[in-house]
């Protein structure tokens, strides 16, 4: 392992933008299909990396969302929860906010509380097993309509004590954030935290929305609103995080190639970025791989690097006491690795 590999492997480091569905690797896709007895329409694991290559976000939504069918159980949602924790434990990952998305469970006949119940059970076992702590979030479909999200936010009321906040996420272009006002504003008043896809494959306009019509905490990709250099200053003034996805980027086409990623950009610009893998086992990598790509890729340095993990814990819906305490974590590391 090179020098840089190990410092990066060693930096205390939260994920802000990690969709549990996404993290269902194709040995576990097999496992549970068996498990459920459920016929796939891959014959092996090697079949199902190789449909793995999309040229846009919807390429991707239409084989994630057929992936899901799998998971039917409790256990088979804890399964999954443990799987991704146990992958990251090795990244030197400490804290982890996660999506979920009810709706794509929901639709199938499988209730909001077995989604719910294994994925909290999952981080339980986590935080005990493995010291590292995580919240989750709610993300609504954007491609579904507002109805929908108002009775997923009914579903979660008994929840709503276990829920940091509320997402919103799917395919981006013609359904802009505007569109559920007003179900985040009721979040807003249950107490729940708002976080918002914005600026992946959306104009500047929809991160503009996101913080004007949904009064989001943080931005999820906001990778467009580098178009706009007052949306950036806006972004920058009030310290917004951003949430980015580098690997992400490059399968999705977001970005042509990782050399190019705007993520130094960004912080280069005074944007509270932070580095996150999305959906870790489509798109070739855990939180370290996205971390070990841009720092090679794009040449990060160690101080670069530095502020990318304060920002992971500043930018995380932990209590100012915990930020404080894993950002000394993150400044001693960096003393002691000098
Ligand atoms: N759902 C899972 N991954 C997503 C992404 N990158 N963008 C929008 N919706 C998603
Ligand atoms: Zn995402």
Known sequence: MSGLARFIQGLPKAELHLHIEGSLEPELMFE??????????????????????????????????????????????????????????????????????????????????VVADGLLAGMAEAERSLGISSKLILCFLRHLDEDAAFATLKAAEPYLDRLVGVGLDSSEVGHPPSKFERVFRAAGERGLKRV?????????????????????????????????????????AEGMTLTV??????????????????????????????VNSDDPAYFGGYLGDNWQAVAERVGLTREDLVTLARNSFSGSFLTDAEKARRIAEVDAYAASAG
């Open 245 to 274: 996805c580098p690997l992400s980027n490059l399968k999705l086409c977001v970005v042509d190639d990782l050399k190019a990623h705007p993520i130094k950009r960004m912080l280069d610009l005074g944007l509270s970025a932070t």
């Open 196 to 236: 918002a896809h914005a600026g992946e494959e959306g104009p500047p306009e929809y991160v503009w929305e996101a913080l004007q019509a949904l009064n989001v905490d943080r931005i999820d990709h906001g990778n467009r609103a580098l178009e706009d250099p007052r949306l950036v200053e806006r972004l920058a």
């Open 32 to 113: 549970l299909a068996r498990r459920n007895r459920i016929a796939l329409p891959f014959g092996s694991v090697e079949e199902v990396r190789k449909a793995y290559a999309f040229s846009n976000l919807q390429d991707f939504l239409d084989i994630y969302y057929q992936g899901a069918d799998v998971l039917r159980t409790e256990e088979d949602f804890k399964d999954l929860a443990l799987a991704y924790f146990r992958r990251v434990a090795a990244d030197g990952c400490r804290h982890v906010e996660l999506f979920f998305d009810p709706q794509t469970h929901t639709d199938r006949g499988i209730p909001f509380a």
